[in-house]
């Protein structure tokens, strides 16, 4: 027998802010590294951070790198990457193709404020995939 749709759900939320504060606890206590990066950024970056959506209480976990579907922090400690650059990077991190790609092109010139057929080549593809003709590339 299923339940009705009508049934309520019952959420304990005493229980959740007991969760939350147990794990975020263990969280603080495993990520001093992140604590002493974070007193030194706060001298030149706002909020200790790049940017604000990287702000987290009572400080951030910095990260030193990424390999597939994994990120390691400063602390070492290694987790799965569920927000793999808002969601833009479905390859994962230093995938062999991408970096290999990244190292060709670094080495012919990293920025020219100028047209390059790079620029042509992607709008190419993108409109042949897409299938929307005219293409231009902002930040």
Do not use: C
């Not at 263990?26 to 590294?33: F, G, K, P, V």
């Not at 650059?85 to 404020?113: D, I, K, N």
């Not at 080549?121 to 299938?131: G, I, K, Q």
């Amino acid at each position: 027998m299923t339940a009705s749709p009508s049934a309520a759900v019952q959420i304990d939320r005493a229980r959740i802010r007991e969760l939350i504060a147990r794990e975020g606890a263990r969280l603080d206590e495993r990520t001093q590294a992140s604590r002493a990066m974070y007193e030194r950024a706060r001298r030149t970056l706002a909020g200790g951070v790049a940017s604000s959506y990287q702000i987290r209480d009572p400080w951030p976990i910095y990260l030193t790198h990424g390999e597939g579907q994994r990120v390691w922090d400063v602390d070492g400690t290694e987790y799965f990457d569920f927000h793999n650059g808002f969601g833009s990077m479905t390859q994962g991190h230093a995938h062999p193709v991408v970096t290999q790609a990244v190292q060709e092109r670094a080495a012919l010139g990293t920025h020219f404020a100028a047209p390059t057929e790079d620029g042509i080549a992607v709008a190419e593809e993108l409109a042949r995939r897409f299938r929307l003709p005219k293409w231009r590339y902002t930040n």
